[in-house]
T-cell receptor
Framework: GDSVTQMEGPVTLSEEACLTINCTYTATGYPSLFWYVQYPGEGLQLLLKATKADDKGSNKGFEATYRKETTSFHLEKGSVQVSDSAVYFCALSLSYNTDKLIFGTGTRLQVFP | KAGVTQTPRYLIKTRGQQVTLSCSPISGHRSVSWYQQTPGQGLQFLFEYFSETQRNKGNFPGRFSGRQFSNSRSEMNVSTLELGDSALYLC?????????????FGEGSRLTVL
């Protein structure tokens, strides 16, 4: 079935280090891909998205490129901050007329000063 | 503008009881979806409502049900609670289902079943 696989956490980094969180997917058809972030004590919020192959989503210094050939959507940031500490979820949607998302298990990022 | 509001935020129930959770979407949003978040299973889709109609349902037993009112507010109900129903239940809203792909989530209702 359709699924999203994320790297296990926690990912622990020092401030200003580079970040990559891997995400691969299995899906029939052509899904839209998303990264959501959950800061401590808050609800999930959309970080970035890409709706077709080779699209690059970006926001707050984070980027992810929709790679159809490798079925991947890895999240990257060149220099993380302590305020980036959160849980990051990769997700896919299979249809344009539904809010049903299939989520990965989440990756906790901890950034230390 | 106010975000997605879920009530209650925390609740404790015992096995066999039933529970009702409430969700008020962002003003103007007509689509509401519900997710269950647990450490073992992660985030799993429960159901989705638009204009008071259930459009989609996840793979959960019939004990899980929901509805949406004419003002777009939504409730979900779990009957005959089991220990495994302990979870964070998240509600999300959007203007029109799937229109932008962006869901706005509430902070959740944390249910503990003893």
């Amino acid at each position: 079935g359709d699924s999203v696989t994320q790297m296990e956490g926690p990912v622990t980094l020092s401030e200003e280090a580079c970040l990559t969180i891997n995400c691969t997917y299995t899906a029939t058809g052509y899904p839209s891909l998303f990264w959501y972030v959950q800061y401590p004590g808050e609800g999930l919020q959309l970080l970035l998205k890409a709706t077709k192959a080779d699209d690059k989503g970006s926001n707050k210094g984070f980027e992810a490129t929709y790679r159809k050939e490798t079925t991947s959507f890895h999240l990257e940031k060149g220099s993380v901050q302590v305020s980036d500490s959160a849980v990051y979820f990769c997700a896919l949607s299979l249809s344009y007329n539904t809010d049903k998302l299939i989520f990965g298990t989440g990756t906790r990022l901890q950034v230390f000063p | 503008k106010a975000g997605v509001t879920q009530t209650p935020r925390y609740l404790i129930k015992t096995r066999g009881q039933q529970v009702t959770l409430s969700c008020s979407p962002i003003s103007g949003h007509r689509s509401v979806s519900w997710y269950q978040q647990t450490p073992g299973q992660g985030l799993q889709f429960l159901f989705e409502y638009f204009s008071e109609t259930q459009r989609n349902k996840g793979n959960f037993p019939g004990r899980f049900s929901g509805r949406q009112f004419s003002n777009s507010r939504s409730e979900m109900n779990v009957s005959t609670l089991e220990l495994g129903d302990s979870a964070l239940y998240l509600c999300a809203s959007s203007m029109i289902a799937g229109s932008t792909g962006e869901l706005f989530f509430g902070e959740g209702s944390r249910l503990t079943v003893l």
